[in-house]
C-alpha cells in the first residue's frame, strides 16, 4: 500500500460514497513541505520511481524520477539562494509546459519562496500589474520569442523585480541568467532549512492571480498544508494510480495544473504525463495518449468537444481506466457521445482555484449526465440562500463550504493577498460563497446553474446559461457557445448564444432558425435565444473558462479590460 497515502490518510480504501464521505480524513503533520516530505520522500524510498513523462510537439522526450527531481531542484535551491533568494521572496514562473517548471516549483517549495504560476501569454502590462500587487522578485520564464521582450518592457516600470531567469534560450541574454547554466554551476549540498528558515503550514506557498470572469485579477493564497487538500482529487476523482501514467491537459499557468499534474497525483505517486505544446490540437492528443498508454486522463470540457469533432475511433484509448474533466460544466450529449465511442462515462468534477475538488463523480458515484456529482469529504459543502440558510432539495442555492470556524479544510485557499478586508469577507466567517449556484436532486446529485453574474434576468425569468447551451450543444452543428444577455430597446434584454460552428456548417439566417426551433422544442420556449451570432473562438480565461461578462460587456457598447 501507497506508504505515503497511508502516512496522511489513516484510511484509503472505501466501500461506499458514504463511507468515504463520512470516515475520511487527513492527518496534517507539523512543517509539511511538499517539496522534502513527497518529492524528496519518494526519492529516499524507491530511488527509480518515475515522477515525469515529458514529451513536446517536436518529438522531444524527457523522463525522470523522483531522484532525478529532487537533486536538480537541490542544485536549483543552492543556485537561487547564492543569487540571494530566500525565504518568503516572491517568484513569477511563465513556463508553459517545460519540464523545467516541475524542478522550479520543488526548488522554491524548498527555500520557502512563494510561487505564482502564470501563463506565457502574459503581456508587459500583464507582468506589471502582478509584479507590484505582490511585490515579485523573481521571474523564471520560457524563450518563446516574445515573453522575454514583454518582460524586459515590464522591469522599466516594475521596480520590485532583481532577478531574470531563462529556461530553454538558445543564447545568454543581457540582464538575464541561464537556467541551464545555474544547474551546471551549482555546488555544495542543500539541506532543509530549520528554525526561522524553515516553513510552517501557515506560510504562503502559492498565489493564483484568479481572473474569473469578471473584475481584475484577485492574488488567491495556499498554504503549505494546500497540496495534501488534492489527494481528493487526484486519488479519488481521477483516480489515478501508483506508477500509471497520468495526464492533465493544462499550462503551468492554471490553477488546474496544481489539480492535476504535481501535488495529489505525486503523493499518490502517480507518474505525470505531460506533452507540452504551444497549440491544442486534438489529433495530436489522441496520438499522445494512445502511444503513451496514459492510465487516467483530465481535460476541460472544451477539450472533448473538439476531440469529438474528429474521428476518436480510430484511435486505440483502451489503457484508459478513467476520463475526467472540469473547468466548465460538462454538456451532458458530450459524455453521451463519448461513452457512445470509447464506451467510457466521463466523471466530473467541480472547483475553484481557491480549493481543491469540492464536488464530483467519486468512484462509488454513477455519472450522470449534465450532473457534477457529489460533494467531497471533509468540505462541508451545502446550498444557502442569499441570507445563508439552507435551501430546500430542488431549489437554487448558492454553493458554500460551512463550518470554517469548527474545522478550515485541507487544500482550501486562506486568503487574498494583501487584502484582509476581502479575506475577511470571504473566508472570515462561517461560510466562504464561491458564487457559483446549483441545485441538489433527491439522490444528493449537484447540478450547476450559473455563476451569479451570469444568470440572465429577462421579462421577469431567471434563466440558466448553462441549460441553454446544454440544449444548443445537442445539435449537431455546435462544438460549443456561450449563452449571455443583450441588451434589447423593447424587452430590456434577451438571450443571446454565441457558436462556434462544427466543421462542415455556415452561418446563415436558416442556421440561425433552426437553432432556435431547437432550443424551443428542448426546453420553455421563452429561453431561446433571440440573438444568435457565430464566431470562431469564445473568449476564454487563463483557466478555460468562457467570458461570458466580455461578451455582456461588449454587447453593452463597453470595452472591456483583461488582467
Same mark, same amino acid.
Given at each position: %500500500? ?8 489513516? /484510511? ?6 458514504? $463511507?468515504?464521505?463520512? *470516515? ?25 520511481? /518515475? ?8 518529438? *522531444? ?32 514562473? %511563465? ?75 538558445? &543564447? ?6 541561464? #537556467?541551464?547554466?545555474?544547474? $551546471? ?65 493544462? $499550462? ?6 496544481? #489539480? ?42 472544451? %477539450?472533448?468537444?473538439? %476531440? ?38 466521463? /466523471? ?15 468512484? #462509488? ?134 457558436? &462556434? ?17 431547437? &432550443? ?41 479590460? $483583461?488582467?
Amino acid at each position: %500500500m501507497n506508504h505515503l497515502l497511508k502516512k496522511y490518510c489513516p /484510511r484509503i480504501e472505501f466501500d461506499s460514497y458514504e $463511507d468515504f464521505f463520512e *470516515n475520511f480524513s487527513i492527518e496534517i503533520p507539523e512543517n509539511f513541505n511538499f517539496a522534502y516530505d513527497v518529492v524528496d520522500e519518494w526519492a529516499r524510498v524507491e530511488p527509480e520511481k /518515475r515522477a515525469l513523462v515529458w514529451c513536446d510537439d517536436d518529438d *522531444n522526450e524527457k523522463v525522470m524520477t523522483f531522484t532525478d527531481v529532487a537533486r536538480m531542484s537541490d542544485r536549483l535551491a543552492l543556485a537561487l539562494s547564492a543569487q540571494g533568494v530566500t525565504k518568503g521572496d516572491v517568484a513569477l514562473l %511563465m513556463l508553459r509546459q517545460r519540464w523545467e517548471y516541475w524542478i522550479c516549483a520543488v526548488a522554491l517549495n524548498k527555500i520557502g519562496a512563494v510561487i505564482i504560476p502564470a501563463t506565457t501569454q502574459l503581456t508587459a502590462k500583464d507582468i506589471v500589474y502582478r509584479a507590484d500587487a505582490a511585490s515579485v522578485k523573481i521571474v523564471i520564464a520560457l524563450d518563446d520569442g516574445r515573453l522575454l521582450e514583454q518582460v524586459e518592457t515590464a522591469c522599466e516600470e516594475a521596480q520590485s523585480i532583481e532577478l531574470r531567469i531563462t529556461v530553454n534560450a538558445p &543564447v545568454a541574454r543581457d540582464g538575464w541568467l541561464l #537556467w541551464e547554466d545555474l544547474i $551546471d554551476e551549482a555546488t555544495g549540498e542543500w539541506t532543509r532549512p530549520v528554525g526561522v528558515d524553515a516553513t510552517s503550514n501557515e506560510d504562503i506557498m502559492l498565489i493564483y492571480f484568479t481572473s474569473g470572469t469578471t473584475g481584475l485579477a484577485k492574488m488567491c493564497c495556499h498554504n503549505y498544508v494546500h497540496p495534501l487538500g488534492h489527494i481528493l482529487t487526484a486519488k479519488y476523482w481521477q483516480q489515478v494510480r501508483e506508477d500509471a501514467l497520468h495526464c492533465s491537459v493544462t $499550462d503551468s499557468g492554471w490553477a488546474k495544473f496544481g #489539480w492535476g499534474k504535481i501535488y495529489g497525483q505525486w503523493i499518490a505517486g502517480a507518474t505525470i504525463f505531460a506533452f507540452d505544446t504551444v497549440r491544442f490540437n486534438p489529433l495530436r492528443l489522441l496520438e499522445r495518449i494512445e502511444r503513451y498508454r496514459v492510465t487516467t486522463f483530465c481535460v476541460p470540457p472544451t %477539450m472533448y468537444r473538439f %476531440m469529438l469533432q474528429e474521428d476518436v475511433a480510430r484511435f486505440d484509448l483502451s489503457s484508459v481506466e478513467n476520463f475526467a474533466t472540469a473547468g466548465e460544466p460538462l454538456n451532458a450529449e458530450v459524455t453521451r457521445q463519448w461513452e457512445r465511442i470509447t464506451g467510457k462515462k466521463i /466523471r466530473e468534477g467541480f472547483g475553484q482555484s481557491e480549493g481543491p475538488v469540492l464536488l464530483a463523480t467519486f468512484p #462509488w458515484v454513477e455519472p450522470r449526465p449534465g450532473s457534477m456529482g457529489k460533494p467531497s469529504p471533509l468540505l462541508n459543502i451545502a446550498l444557502l440562500d442569499d441570507r445563508g440558510a439552507p435551501v430546500p432539495e430542488g431549489d437554487e442555492g448558492n454553493i458554500c463550504i460551512t463550518r470554517l470556524k469548527e474545522a478550515y479544510p485541507p487544500g482550501l485557499f486562506v486568503g487574498y493577498y494583501r487584502d484582509p478586508e476581502r479575506t475577511a469577507d470571504s473566508v472570515g466567517g462561517e461560510y466562504y460563497d464561491l458564487g457559483d449556484g446549483a441545485w441538489r436532486d433527491v439522490d444528493g446529485y449537484y447540478t450547476f446553474v450559473g455563476r451569479s453574474d451570469d444568470v440572465i434576468k429577462c421579462s421577469g425569468y431567471r434563466i440558466s446559461p448553462f441549460e441553454v447551451e446544454s440544449v444548443l450543444i445537442e445539435h449537431a452543428a455546435v462544438v460549443e457557445c456561450a449563452v449571455t444577455s443583450a441588451p434589447d430597446e423593447v424587452r430590456g434584454s434577451v438571450v443571446k448564444a454565441t457558436v &462556434v460552428l462544427a466543421k462542415g456548417f455556415e452561418p446563415s439566417s436558416a442556421l440561425v432558425t433552426e437553432l432556435q426551433e431547437h &432550443v424551443k422544442a428542448a426546453t420553455a420556449p421563452y429561453k431561446y435565444p433571440r440573438v444568435i451570432e457565430f464566431t470562431d473562438e469564445l473568449p476564454k480565461t487563463i483557466g478555460g473558462k468562457i467570458k461570458r461578462a466580455k461578451i455582456r460587456t461588449e454587447d453593452a457598447g463597453g470595452v472591456w479590460h $483583461d488582467q
